[in-house]
């Protein structure tokens, strides 16, 4: 059973607009999320992140919030530009001994010119 | 710079072969990891070691076996290559257990 999902396998946005990438998580021992930008060929990136005690980290045009009693997050991208086009992995890690990374399965976004 | 590399980029082998794919960074970073990519799936943990000589089973390991015999390389091995391991290879690494992952560019293989 997915403990990290991304609902949306792709998403397409005009140049200029918003793009909001969504993750949900069913874990309750997750207390650090993290997204992930992949371009094709490429390993994936290192983009933001956001602490359980949090509910919003701003990085540029890149926001990303977090919704506890949800279980969901979003990563909001403002304004979108043609260079986001990639695949965005929503991760999550657990406050155990391994903290490990438990990944979704992936949103590829495409920004329109 | 630091960096981690993997190598091969690319690699088509037989049912039954045994295959090992490297990985090597250079930050002097205790944790790596071994993910594989499949469409639907995301990213799925294979092994991670947190130091030489330590290693461990992730979520998919079956069928796949790592070694630390140093900091700075964990290499891969299948060791009787299926069809069902058709995939795309990343490696990662991290300082700590508290810090961002960094990931190599990642080996496509397919096995025929």
């Known amino acids: 059973d997915q403990q990290v999902k991304q609902n949306s396998p792709s998403l397409s946005v005009q140049e200029g607009r918003i793009s909001i990438l969504n993750c949900d998580y069913t874990n309750s021992m997750f207390d650090y999320f993290l997204w992930y930008k992949k371009y094709p060929a490429e390993g994936p990136t290192f983009l933001i992140s956001i602490s359980s005690i949090k509910d919003k980290n701003e990085d540029g045009r890149f926001t990303v919030f977090l919704n506890k009693s949800a279980k969901h997050l979003s990563l909001h991208i403002v304004p979108s530009q043609p260079g986001d086009s990639a695949v965005y992995f929503c991760a999550a890690r657990g406050n155990n001994a391994g903290n490990m990374l438990t990944f979704g399965g992936g949103t590829r976004l495409m920004v329109k010119p | 710079d630091a960096e981690i590399t993997q190598s091969p980029r690319h690699k088509i082998t037989e049912t039954g072969r045994q295959v090992t794919l490297a990985c090597h960074q250079t930050?002097?970073?205790?944790?790596m990891f071994w993910y594989r990519q499949d469409l639907g799936h995301g990213l799925r943990l294979i092994h991670y070691?947190?130091?030489?000589?330590?290693?461990n089973k992730g979520e998919v390991s079956d069928g796949y076996s790592v070694s630390r015999s140093n900091t700075e390389d964990l290499p891969l091995t299948l060791e009787s290559a299926a069809s069902s391991q058709t995939s795309v290879y990343f490696c990662?690494?991290?300082?700590?257990?508290?810090?961002?992952?960094?990931f190599g560019q990642g080996t496509r293989l397919t096995v025929v």
């Open positions: 990662a690494s991290r300082l700590a257990k508290n810090t961002e992952a960094f």
């Open positions: 930050w002097n970073h205790n944790n």
């Open positions: 070691s947190y130091g030489v000589h330590d290693t």
